[in-house]
C-alpha cells in the first residue's frame, strides 16, 4: 500500500512539475492567472471585496491578497447578503498589461524575482486598491515539485546497476555465489 501511494505521488508530482514548467514558459509571453473574489462588506457610500490571486508573470509567480474598495456614483449602495457567493476567475493577459514589470529592482533578491511588500495597488476617483504581495522566481516550484521524481528515478538506476553487477539492489551486498537467492546481509530476494 505504501509503495502505490508512493508511486501516485511521484506521478502526481512529475505532472504537476510538467504544469509548472509550462506555466513558467508561458509567462514570458504573458500572464495566466488564478483568482479567488469574495465580497467583504459595504456601507452607504463604498463596497469591499477581497481578491486572492495567483498569478505567472515574466519569469516570477506572485501571491496577492488584494482588498478593492468601489465606490459607485448611486448612494446610498445597496447592501448585499452576508452569504454572497465566491467568484472564481481565471485566464491570460498579454504582454505588458497593468502591473507586468511593477517589481521592484532595489536588491539583487529582487532582481532574481524575490519580493513581499504591502501597498502596490492603484487608486483612482471611483476605488481604492490595497495589496500585499509574495513574489518568487517561477523555476521554483518546478524545481520542488520535481525532486520526488528525481530521487526516484536516481535510487530506480542505482538498484539496476547494482543487479546487473550481480549486487544486492537494496544494500548493495556482493551475491557472486550466492546460490540461496536471498541476500545474507538485508534478507531481500535476489532477482
Not at 491578497?65 to 454572497?84: G, I, K, M, N
Not at 539583487?108 to 471611483?126: E, Q
Request: glycine share 10%; charged share 15%; net charge positive.
Amino acid at each position: 500500500m505504501a509503495c502505490r501511494l508512493l508511486n501516485l505521488l511521484t506521478g502526481l508530482s512529475l505532472l504537476l512539475c510538467v504544469a509548472a514548467c509550462v506555466l513558467w514558459a508561458r509567462s514570458y509571453s504573458g500572464s495566466d492567472y488564478v483568482s479567488r473574489a469574495r465580497w467583504e462588506g459595504s456601507d452607504p457610500t463604498s463596497v469591499t471585496t477581497r481578491v486572492l490571486q495567483v498569478t505567472w508573470t515574466a519569469g516570477t509567480v506572485r501571491l496577492s491578497d488584494s482588498h478593492l474598495t468601489y465606490y459607485p456614483r448611486e448612494t446610498p449602495v445597496r447592501t448585499f447578503p452576508a452569504d454572497w457567493p465566491v467568484y472564481w476567475g481565471w485566464g491570460r493577459l498579454g504582454r505588458g498589461h497593468l502591473h507586468w514589470d511593477d517589481l521592484p529592482r532595489a536588491t539583487l533578491w529582487n532582481r532574481l524575482g524575490f519580493y513581499a511588500g504591502d501597498g502596490m495597488g492603484i487608486s483612482m476617483s471611483f476605488m481604492d486598491e490595497r495589496v500585499r504581495l509574495l513574489s518568487f522566481p517561477a523555476w521554483l516550484p518546478a524545481a520542488a515539485l520535481l525532486a520526488l521524481p528525481a530521487w526516484r528515478a536516481g535510487k530506480a538506476v542505482s538498484a539496476a546497476r547494482r543487479t546487473r553487477g550481480n549486487r544486492c539492489p537494496s544494500c548493495g551486498y556482493d551475491l557472486t555465489g550466492n546460490v540461496s537467492g536471498v541476500c545474507p546481509e538485508c534478507g531481500t530476494p535476489a532477482s
